[in-house]
Structure formats: C-alpha cells, structure tokens
C-alpha cells in the first residue's frame, strides 16, 4: 500500500528548531513533487513549501521564507522540512504530500491540484 509516512514534530519554544522528515513506503520520490502542507486550529489547509519533481526547485509560503527549509536525499527517499526560528503562529499539524506530476512548486503549494497519497500528519506545538 502506497503511503507517507512523516516523524519529527513534537513541542517546541518560540525560536527553537524541528526537523521533519517524511518518507515513502514501497515507492521512491522519483515521479514525486513533494510538498509541505499544514492546518492550524481552526483554520484551513495551506501550502508551507513545496519541491518540484524534475529540477527540486523550491516555493516557500511568505510566512515563512527565511525560516524554513526543504531538502531531499541524494536517493529521493526522504524529503525534509527544517523549521527554524518557529512562532507560536506556526503551531500546526504538518501534512506531507505528493503528486506524480511536473508542476511548478508554487502551482503544487497553492493547493489546486489532487495530490496522489497524503502522510497521517505531524503535530507541531509552539508553546513557552
């Protein structure tokens, strides 16, 4: 069964640093674009960042350029989100996601395509 499966959230102080990852069981990111996604309470789902499949070009939501980043293995085995200099703003259930297309990240983040498998989804608290 095609599925993501994600790890690394958990509780952290305002300016701290999470890591995480999110990797693909019996298929590789290959044919992937990879992207961040996460809803806050009450909230609807947004595009955090996103890597394009062809060429790992980069598209980062503006609330946090400059803070985040998003990096995969060698292998494309595992896709990485590093959060950094987190907010309390940024406390959210982060979802992984991937499409078998070659769309550009931005198109990807924005939300307006299907995306083919989801992961369960990684708890991050920002609390002091």
């Known amino acids: 069964q095609v599925q993501l499966v994600e790890s690394g959230g958990g509780l952290v102080q305002p300016g701290g640093s999470l890591t995480l990852s999110c990797k693909p069981s019996?298929?590789?990111?290959?044919?992937?674009?990879v992207g961040w996604f996460r809803q806050a309470p009450g909230k609807g789902r947004e595009g955090v960042a996103c890597?394009?499949?062809?060429?790992?070009?980069?598209f980062y939501t503006d609330a946090v350029k400059g803070r985040f980043a998003v990096s995969r293995d060698l292998h494309r085995t595992a896709v990485y989100l590093h959060l950094n200099n987190l907010r309390f703003e940024d406390t959210a259930t982060y979802y992984c996601?991937?499409?078998?297309?070659?769309?550009?990240?931005?198109?990807?983040?924005?939300?307006?395509?299907?995306?083919?498998?989801w992961g369960p989804g990684a708890q991050v608290v920002v609390s002091s």
């Open positions: 890597i394009s499949r062809r060429d790992g070009s980069l």
């Open positions: 019996e298929f590789t990111f290959d044919n992937y674009a």
């Open positions: 996601a991937a499409v078998a297309m070659d769309v550009p990240p931005n198109n990807y983040c924005s939300g307006i395509l299907v995306s083919d498998v």
